[in-house]
């Protein structure tokens, strides 16, 4: 079992940034993917960003593409999104995401994931 732990969730205007953590303490990071992933009250679990487990590809959804950034830090088995420019619509609960044997490309599917942390709120004033 792997335990995800989010945070850097908040309130912040619309033009803010944040930057939300998932770390994983006690495991190693580097042996998954890893990826976020987004759920707004009355809507279904969507992607938002995802990394592979070497850090050589990125993966970014058409909504955030050019404000929100994923990177990992394997010695610090941390995996962060750094969320700039942030609008209203990117209201939500922030969830991490580990997948230990995604195929290729497969990383933008949740069902691609099989440890999730348990989420953190990101609300975007108008």
């Known amino acids: 079992q792997v335990q995800l732990e989010e945070s850097g969730g908040g309130l912040v205007q619309a033009g803010g940034s944040l930057r939300l953590s998932c770390a994983a303490p006690?495991?190693?990071?580097?042996?998954?993917?890893m990826g976020w992933f987004r759920q707004a009250p009355g809507k279904e679990r969507e992607f938002v960003a995802a990394?592979?487990?070497?850090?050589?590809?990125?993966y970014l959804a058409d909504s955030v593409r050019g404000r929100f950034t994923i990177s990992r830090d394997n010695a610090r088995n941390t995996v962060y999104l750094q969320m700039n420019s942030l609008k209203p619509e990117d209201t939500a609960v922030y969830y991490c995401g580990a997948a230990t044997s995604a195929l290729p490309g497969t990383v933008v599917t949740s069902e691609s994931y099989d440890y999730w942390g348990q989420g953190t709120q990101v609300t975007v004033s108008s």
């Open positions: 006690g495991r190693t990071v580097n042996k998954y993917d």
């Open positions: 990394i592979t487990r070497n850090g050589r590809s990125t």
